[in-house]
């Protein structure tokens, strides 16, 4: 019961850059909500990588981004390396759902 | 250091009932939110249910139907999450994971390691 939606993968070659979105409507994402962002290794628990549309947690490396405009938010991985293959989640609030809500998920592949 | 570890995940029967534990340790229980989030085989997150900091407050994911009950205990540092009448549909991997509250919605900025729930 995604209620953001997400680009199943995306791919690139070591050093280039990839950009996820994740788009939601207005009752989450476009109401304002933060967004926050998610990488999970196969096997293992989400770990925080972006909060609040824009700030890093301690320890993460600057290569990871994120903005957010309108309805959407957007997860950017510049110089691109074979440790960040894994799965990429969003998150924000939903205010119909009272609750929170998660992307459906990108697949990144490092080529 | 926070410390998050989950329990309780077994294999069960549909229609059975089942109760899950998230011990907490590295930090002052009580200050924080806490929610459940699970994970089906090869599929996305979605959010469970959300207990306040002195447990007076719950919120649950609607598509439970009101089968699962959050709750917290405070002096043992201890999460749970009771599950009745469960389904197929529920085979997941429970998470759970303390909130942060900042600016506008919260985050999650410490996961446990997961239980595995399979009901069959």
């Known amino acids: 019961q995604s209620v953001l939606t997400q680009p199943p993968s995306v791919s690139g070659a070591p050093g280039q850059t990839v950009t996820i979105s994740c788009t939601g409507s207005?009752?989450?994402?476009?109401?304002?909500?933060?967004v926050h962002w998610y990488q999970q290794f196969p096997g293992a628990a989400p770990k925080l990588l972006i909060y609040?549309?824009?700030f890093r947690p301690s320890g993460i490396p600057d290569r990871f981004s994120g903005s957010k405009s309108g309805t959407s938010a957007s997860l950017a991985i510049s110089g691109l390396q074979a440790e960040d293959e894994a799965d990429y989640y969003c998150q924000s609030f939903d205010s119909s759902l009272s609750g929170s809500v998660f992307g459906t998920g990108t697949r990144v592949t490092v080529l | 250091q926070v410390h998050l570890v989950e329990s309780g995940g077994d294999v069960v029967q549909p229609g059975w009932s089942l109760s899950l534990s998230c011990a907490a340790s590295g930090f002052t229980f009580s200050n924080y939110v806490f929610n459940w989030v699970r994970q089906a085989p090869g599929r996305g997150l979605e959010w469970v249910a959300s207990i306040s900091s002195d447990g007076g407050h719950r919120y649950y994911n609607k598509s439970l139907k009101g089968r699962f009950t959050i709750a917290r205990d405070n002096m043992r540092y201890t999460l749970n999450l009771y599950m009745n009448g469960l389904t197929s549909e529920d085979t997941a991997v429970y998470y759970c994971?303390?909130?942060?509250?900042?600016?506008?919605?919260?985050?999650?900025?410490?996961w446990g390691q997961g239980t595995l729930v399979t009901v069959s």
């Open positions: 609040m549309n824009t």
């Open positions: 994971a303390r909130v942060e509250t900042a600016g506008l919605s919260y985050h999650y900025d410490y």
């Open positions: 207005s009752s989450n994402i476009g109401a304002r909500y933060d």
